[in-house]
């Protein structure tokens, strides 16, 4: 049927006009409405930009400095009720002001002035939980509205126990010496008052000189047949009491538990459900939180899902551990010789037979980890035989895993361990892909520091010029070509991160990639033997580093996913003194996703998923590679301990310019589409902490993303 034969009054053919009509309006509409958005945009960014012109104008000026006494006077009278409100809080929880004193000189020792006034800026700010738990105001009005119990929601966990298919016998074990008879009562009472019934518990008291431990042990296994009970002849440490509460196991699994220290009553229940929901799990763990020696909760830790090398800087497994008993059992039990980082020592021992993917996080808090004088709940600078024991730990991990590597604690009694892998030898070739388009004295800042600071010994450099114009550019193109580890490589189509690095790829001669921005300056002249190392490590797959401002804030410690929309940087403009959440700034850790301004990942990994994503010209193309590699079976990691100045989008502009935000709307519309499951629940992060960017990330979460029971 030819065009001319149709006929223009058809009903049909009238209404197909109509509809495309109103449909044409409704798009005209949405245009107006994405022109407007990218107007306010652009409107915005250049009035925060004279803002910050003016700030600095002020600051600059003599008036300012004139009255910075009078500011500082004024800024400490205001700090001082809370500084002794914090020393207060020391001085109850670490038994006297002594002790509360002698914590602030370790702080000083490690951190210096700067350190302190560090912590001070945060307390008169508010910020706590930018580098730890959230204040203890806030965490009680998170946990009245999303962690406190009534009969109601008591009928519901008693129905879900109901429902479940396997109801698991849980053995907790418990070792006991001359323990505080109050405490020790309590911390029965709360085993007993477990909503899920099918438990036992197994206690090993070790030797006790104090009578009235075996007498409340006594009177407690009257009362309850579930409760059973073993006194040692002899004194043999907390290793050898475990290993004899364990002898009294018969459950499917063991729960670990301190003398002193709190179950809430919907644990085990929680322990259970997570055991039907994961028939494949060997070793569970969840959040936990500290409790006071009045019983008042505080320093809640929302921790990641499995973390092979976060676990290897912290047991950050710890409470509240639940393994499999025949699991225990086949790895042999606690060690001697390991007393103060015995249960480290197990969880590594156990995860050597089972694998990594035997472990389950339950993202709720179910143990209350009493603080007491003296308990590594306080600190760990009063038992300095568990800095030894943990060192130890991993160094036996690390030697029967086969690995080559040393371990140091950089942040001493902090408690933060750090793991050197070696090199490989020969140390492989990698390839620095660089993309530039002229910005020359960023480009050669980055090609100075790059060629003068590292230490590593094979590496080639491809810069890609994508149109450079400047004279001086191309001159400066002319003087590396004399030297042999530099290429450069013309490519002049429009820019496209993605394309520009892919096509590199492709010419790359190393073994290893390390994707580079041209507004990079080096600062530790390892880096790039630190990241290889981690590259380098069987299941590896994109290593991140650590990038800071010029300001020495930190630009990127990672990317945690949902942050904000599709993703953002963790402890971003942290400063460079403080630790970060629990000392998540400073640990090498697993990441769902690292930056491409500075990446490492094997060759062979880049071309298994096919390189950078071309649909993504710009924004997210490096966290969507990262999700690849993720998905294909490896794990992603960041490291602290590679570092380097990051002079962000210099070169490039802002992605809220007017003429670039339809497109950076275009590739957030894509990632949600593609990976909704992983920016709804990062695996690294915890769904009890917030996304939204008005708050800091590892703020509390109002509602929690995940319901008290699920």
Not at 71 to 97: D, F, K, N, S, Y
Not at 109 to 138: C, H, Q, T, V
Not at 367 to 391: C, D, F, L, N, V
Not at 631 to 646: F, I, S
């Amino acid at each position: 049927m030819r065009l001319d034969d149709l006929d223009p009054s058809a009903p049909d053919l009238q209404e197909a006009l109509e509809n495309a009509r109103q449909r044409i309006a409704v798009l005209e509409n949405q245009l107006a409405d994405a022109r407007q958005h990218a107007e306010l945009a652009a409107a915005l960014q250049r009035k925060a930009s004279q803002l910050q012109l003016d700030v600095d104008a002020l600051k600059g000026s003599t008036s300012w400095r004139i009255t910075a006494p009078l500011r500082l006077a004024i800024q400490c009278a205001r700090m001082a009720p809370r500084v002794a409100h914090t020393i207060r809080r020391q001085a109850e929880v670490r038994g006297g002001l002594a002790s509360a004193l002698g914590y602030y000189w370790t702080i000083v020792k490690r951190e210096g002035p700067r350190g302190i006034f560090g912590r001070l800026e945060r307390l008169n700010s508010g910020m706590g939980f930018a580098d730890g738990p959230p204040s203890d105001e806030r965490y009680h009005a998170w946990i009245e509205r999303f962690d406190s119990f009534d009969d109601a929601k008591r009928a519901k966990v008693r129905s879900l126990i109901a429902a479940l298919p396997d109801k698991p016998l849980i053995s907790i074990v418990v070792p006991t010496y001359n323990s505080d008879e109050k405490l020790l009562r309590e911390m029965i009472g709360s085993v007993r008052a477990q909503l899920y019934e099918q438990w036992e518990l197994c206690i090993a008291d070790d030797a006790s000189p104090n009578p009235e431990v075996a007498r409340v042990l006594a009177e407690a296994a009257a009362a309850d047949p579930r409760i059973r009970y073993t006194v040692r002849p002899v004194n043999g440490h907390i290793s050898a009491a475990s290993n004899s509460a364990l002898e009294l196991a018969q459950g499917k699994f063991v729960a670990l538990l301190d003398h002193d220290d709190i179950l809430p009553e919907h644990a085990l229940f929680m322990v259970a459900q997570y055991a039907n929901r994961f028939p494949a799990g060997r070793l569970f763990y969840s959040d936990e939180d500290k409790f006071t020696v009045d019983s008042v909760r505080t320093a809640p830790y929302f921790k990641p899902d499995w973390n092979p090398h976060l676990v290897l800087s912290q047991n950050f497994f710890s409470h509240l551990g639940v393994y499999e008993t025949a699991l225990v059992r086949q790895a042999g039990g606690f060690r001697k010789g390991l007393e103060g980082s015995q249960d480290h020592d197990l969880t590594l021992r156990c995860i050597e037979i089972a694998g990594h993917g035997s472990v389950v996080h339950i993202p709720h808090v179910l143990y209350h980890w009493r603080i007491m004088p003296g308990s590594t709940a306080q600190s760990g600078s009063e038992k300095p035989y568990a800095h030894t024991a943990r060192i130890r730990a991993i160094e036996d991990h690390l030697q029967r895993s086969g690995i080559e590597a040393s371990v140091e604690e950089p942040f001493g009694e902090a408690g933060q361990l750090r793991v050197r892998y070696a090199v490989p030898t020969p140390a492989p070739r990698v390839s620095i892909i660089i993309p530039t388009r002229d910005g020359v004295a960023l480009l050669r800042q980055c090609i100075d520091s790059v060629l003068g600071k590292t230490q590593y010994p094979d590496y080639e450099i491809l810069i890609v010029d994508n149109g450079s114009v400047k004279q001086e550019t191309l001159d400066y193109f002319g003087e590396l070509a004399a030297n042999s580890k530099i290429r450069v490589l013309r490519d002049d189509s429009p820019f496209n991160f993605s394309a520009l690095n892919n096509r590199a790829a492709s010419q790359a001669t190393g073994e290893f990639l390390c994707l580079l921005n041209n507004d990079i300056e080096v600062i530790t002249p390892d880096w790039l033997g630190e990241m290889v190392s981690l590259a380098a490590q069987p299941g590896a797959g994109a290593v991140g580093a650590r990038l800071w401002y010029p300001d020495d804030t930190l630009q990127h410690g990672g990317v945690l996913l949902g942050l904000g929309g599709v993703a953002g940087h963790m402890h971003h403009q942290l400063r460079r003194w403080q630790l970060g959440y629990f000392g998540r700034a400073v640990v090498t850790q697993n990441l769902s996703a690292v930056t491409a301004a500075c990446l490492v990942i094997r060759k062979s990994i880049y071309e298994e998923v096919g390189g950078l994503d071309e649909e993504l010209a710009v924004a997210f193309n490096d966290v969507d590679f990262c999700l690849k590699v993720l998905k294909v079976g490896y794990r992603n990691v960041w490291t602290p301990h590679a570092e380097l100045y990051h002079y962000e989008s210099a070169t490039r502009g802002s992605d809220m310019d007017a003429d670039k935000y339809q497109r950076f709307v275009r590739e957030v519309r894509w990632m949600e589409a593609r990976w909704p499951d992983l920016i709804a629940n990062d695996p690294a992060y915890n769904r009890n902490l917030t996304v939204k960017t008005d708050v800091s990330p590892f703020a509390l979460s109002d509602p929690p993303r995940i319901g008290q029971f699920e």
